[in-house]
């Protein structure tokens, strides 16, 4: 008895829409898909399919098909030695359980009867729980495990004519905007500068004047 299972990445052009192909394909197999994610962010699927083992090498193939596989793992698991002692635990469990069921009609008196009626219970537990752990180990070994992973490739890098447009004509509105603005600022300084300068040359400059009329004088 040998389990069967296989990890896959596949590089597709819409991991959503090929997720949906995928169903398909497992349901055509005889098989179902166990789990299903879809992540948005990154565009990428992640889904976990069981096919019958007989058609494990198809569903291979099939899933190639779908696009560009990245990478691929396959893995068994031989689980004979495993299954073949729990089936032996199981029969001397049930084997304990007979055994008790005779005790418990030959029983006299209450407290051997309740005693008896525990152990039992105690066994059916067992028994109960091994016989689940095979039945899991039968479907693991029946149907195959295909974990998949599906991937977009990355979004090349497009140049927009109009985006570059309107940010050049935010650019230079910025600039002028920014211009408009400094004018602003500077000119009543300079109003101001230019009325304080005024007088003050008026008056350097009638300095000057008197200081040449004093030289001519002396002259």
């Known amino acids: 008895m040998v389990e069967l299972q296989a990890q896959l990445t596949v590089q597709v052009e819409d991991s959503k829409s090929t997720s949906t192909i995928i169903i398909t394909l497992a349901s055509s197999l005889g098989g179902y ?12 699927s992640n889904l976990v399919l069981r096919v019958p083992q007989e058609n494990f090498t198809l569903a291979l193939k099939q899933l190639d ?21 729990l089936q032996a635990q199981l029969g001397a469990y049930k084997a304990e359980e007979l055994t008790l069921l005779r005790i418990l009609n030959a029983s006299n008196t209450v407290t051997d009867a309740l005693a008896t009626e525990n152990a039992i219970r105690d066994v059916q537990a067992q028994i109960d729980q091994i016989e689940g752990t095979l039945l899991v180990m039968d479907r693991l070994v029946d ?23 309107q940010s ?16 602003a ?8 500068g230019g009325v304080a300068y005024y007088p003050y040359h ?16 002396g002259n």
């Open 33 to 44: 898909v166990a789990e299903s994610y879809f992540d948005e962010g990154s565009s990428s």
């Open 202 to 217: 008026r008056y350097s400059k009638k300095k000057q004047k008197t200081a040449e009329a004093k030289v001519n004088v």
């Open 185 to 192: 600022s500077v000119l009543p300084i300079a109003i101001v």
């Open 168 to 183: 050049a004509i935010l650019s230079f509105y910025t600039v002028v905007t920014g211009m408009m603005i400094l004018g």
């Open 143 to 165: 149907f195959a495990t295909l974990n998949v992973q599906l991937i977009q490739p990355a979004a090349s890098p497009t140049f927009d004519f109009n985006n570059a447009i």
């Open 65 to 85: 098909a779908l696009g560009k596989v990245k990478s691929q793992s396959i893995s068994s698991n031989d689980v004979t030695e495993q299954y073949v002692n």
